[in-house]
Every structure is written in structure tokens, then in C-alpha cells.
């Protein structure tokens, strides 16, 4: 039988390498990603969150412009806010370092900038840039529901110290402030 001290410290241990909530602002300054770029682990999770007016996040074919991977992938289904930020937002759990584009499939919003990367790297932003700018059509995918990922609550844009524990967000989001929680606790016990 392992020690409760042993248990413990394996727990805190594991809550320091939980997963994080990395949130990406969909439209709050016109046709943006913001941040354009993320970085994520595996386990980790994305979580787009929508402003006005009608937007959507669909994960693209790195070699063809606004056009949504043949398979697989993600996608938000449309995400129409009337005003502010939108109670609804969409979470997808990073699996792997692999690159990912995603851009927003309304109107001209991926030809006019609107895509960013998960894992990628300039070069490969400013090729996709080149790709984007000159596709003739800005496709979603043939479902018009969402798909690899979830719809959740939307979890608090702004946080002093980035932190991740919301108690809105998906089942992932659980989990996590589940981990940390139990390394805080570890801690406590640890320190008294
Ligand atoms: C949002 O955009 C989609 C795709 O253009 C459209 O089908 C849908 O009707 C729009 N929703 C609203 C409420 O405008
Ligand atoms: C940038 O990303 C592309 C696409 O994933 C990849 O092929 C390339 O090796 C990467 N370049 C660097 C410098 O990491
Ligand atoms: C990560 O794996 C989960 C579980 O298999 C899956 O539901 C999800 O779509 C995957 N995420 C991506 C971005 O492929
Ligand atoms: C929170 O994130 C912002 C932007 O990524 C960064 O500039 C800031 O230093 C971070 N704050 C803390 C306390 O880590």
C-alpha cells in the first residue's frame, strides 16, 4: 500500500502538469484571432470565445485557403452574438504538438485575415497568409453542427494571473481546476 503522503505528492505532481484553458478571443476587434498564434501541450485546451457579429472557428487544410481539413478537424458551428462577448464558446482538447490552422468560415473573413495557428510557426502563418488571401471560396464543412470539440458556457476572459480554474467551462476545464486543486491541497498538507 502506498503512504497517503506518497499518494499525495503523486497527485501534486500530476496537478503541476495539468492541463491549461487557453483562451482565443473570436472577433472582439473585427475579422481577429487574438492571440493569432497558440501554443499548446497535449491535453491542453482551446477554448474560442465569440463577439458580434456571427463568426465560427473551423479547423483548415494547412495547403489549400479557407478550406476545412478533408477529415477530422473541428468545428464551432456559427456563433451569432448580438453584443459583447457571447455566452457560448467552443473548446477543443489538443492531443499532440501537430500544427493546426483554423479560421473563421463566414462571408470574405478568412480571405480578409481571419485564421490563426495552434502549434504552428510564422513561416508556415504567412504561406497559409498567401493561401488565404487568394482562395476564390471561404467554405464551412457540411455539417452545420458543431464537431470535434465542445459547446460550453463561456469561462472568464480576464484573469490577473492567467489562471484556469473556471467553474463554467467544459467537462476538461473540470478536470483541470479538479487537478489544481488537489495540488493546492497537496500543498497545504505538505506546508503544515
Ligand atoms: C450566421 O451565419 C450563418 C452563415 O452565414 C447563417 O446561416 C446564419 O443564419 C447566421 N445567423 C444569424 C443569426 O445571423
Ligand atoms: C513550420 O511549420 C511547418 C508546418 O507545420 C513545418 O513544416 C516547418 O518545419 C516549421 N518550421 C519551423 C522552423 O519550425
Ligand atoms: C483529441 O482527442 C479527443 C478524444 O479522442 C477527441 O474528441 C478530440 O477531437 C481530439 N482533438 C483534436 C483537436 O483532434
Ligand atoms: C498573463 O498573460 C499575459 C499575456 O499572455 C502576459 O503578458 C502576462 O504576463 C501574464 N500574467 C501572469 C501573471 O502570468
Known sequence: MPSVRSVIL??????????????????QEGTTFDPQMVTAAAGDIVEFQFWPQNH?????????????LADDGFFSG???????????????????????VFYCSQAKHCQNGM????NGNDT???????LATDASAN???????????SVVT??????????????????GVVAASMGMSFAAFAAAVLLS
Request: charged share 20%; glycine share 12%; aromatic share 6%.
Open 10 to 27: 503523486a497527485a501534486a505532481s500530476a496537478g503541476v502538469a495539468m492541463a491549461e484553458t487557453i483562451i482565443v478571443k473570436v472577433g
Open 115 to 118: 485564421y490563426g495557428m495552434i
Open 124 to 130: 508556415a502563418l504567412e504561406a497559409y497568409m498567401s
Open 56 to 68: 465560427s472557428v473551423v479547423a483548415g487544410d494547412m495547403d489549400k485557403g479557407c478550406t476545412p
Open 78 to 100: 456559427f456563433m451569432p452574438v448580438d453584443e459583447g462577448k457571447g455566452e457560448t464558446a467552443f473548446q477543443v482538447e489538443i492531443n499532440g504538438t501537430a500544427p493546426w
Open 139 to 149: 467554405e464551412s464543412p457540411d455539417s452545420t453542427d458543431a464537431f470535434g470539440g
Open 154 to 171: 463561456a469561462s472568464e476572459t480576464d484573469s490577473s494571473d492567467n489562471s484556469t480554474d473556471t467553474e463554467e467551462g467544459g467537462a
